[in-house]
């Protein structure tokens, strides 16, 4: 076979990447009142079956929010690479657990960024961050209040699917 014909279908199969991304998350507070904590669920979900046998995913998570009097937001706090299991074939997810507003602080976690790392052996890792060098994708948690109250882990809400944004930063 030519060398510049077995290059092209080579780079041609590598660079076309099909993939899909899913969010569900919820929220919930476990004692309802006055200034009560809150905590959420996020799960993110990865899938590619053009990867070969072999690949990892890492997830590289961050949360946004707003804090203090008067508030201003912040983005990527509490940073973390998360290495997803394989839960299927071709797909890979992980579950946040966090809490989003305690009681006694002027903080509230509303949004979750992230980028995702596939690591291919033998090939250089690649990062799917939206469509710029700086990009990223999130998805909001808590819109403009809490979730309902809940009395143990039995009665926990539902996860519902979440809308993913892309963000692109140069």
């Known amino acids: 076979m030519n060398l510049k014909l077995f290059l092209t279908l080579i780079l041609t199969a590598t660079s076309s990447w099909a993939f899909d ?3 569900q998350g919820r929220n919930y507070t476990f004692v309802c009142g006055y200034f009560t904590s809150v905590q959420g669920d996020v799960v993110l979900t990865f899938k590619d079956s053009t ?17 203090g009097f008067p508030e201003k937001r912040f ?3 509490e940073r973390k690479e998360l290495l997803a299991p394989a839960t299927a074939p071709y797909t890979w997810s992980i579950k946040l657990t966090q809490v989003l507003h305690e009681r006694s602080k002027a903080q509230f976690k509303d949004t979750l960024n992230w980028v995702i790392k596939v690591i291919i052996p033998g090939q250089p890792d690649r990062y799917l961050k939206g469509e710029s060098p700086w990009g990223f994708y999130r998805v909001r948690l808590v819109e403009n209040s809490p979730g309902r109250c809940v009395t143990g882990l039995d009665d926990l809400p539902n996860f519902s699917n979440l809308a993913i944004e892309t963000v692109d930063r140069d």
């Open 75 to 77: 983005e990527w706090r």
């Open 21 to 23: 991304i899913q969010a």
């Open 51 to 67: 990867l070969p046998w072999g690949s990892s995913v890492v997830f590289i998570t961050g949360w946004e929010g707003r804090e």
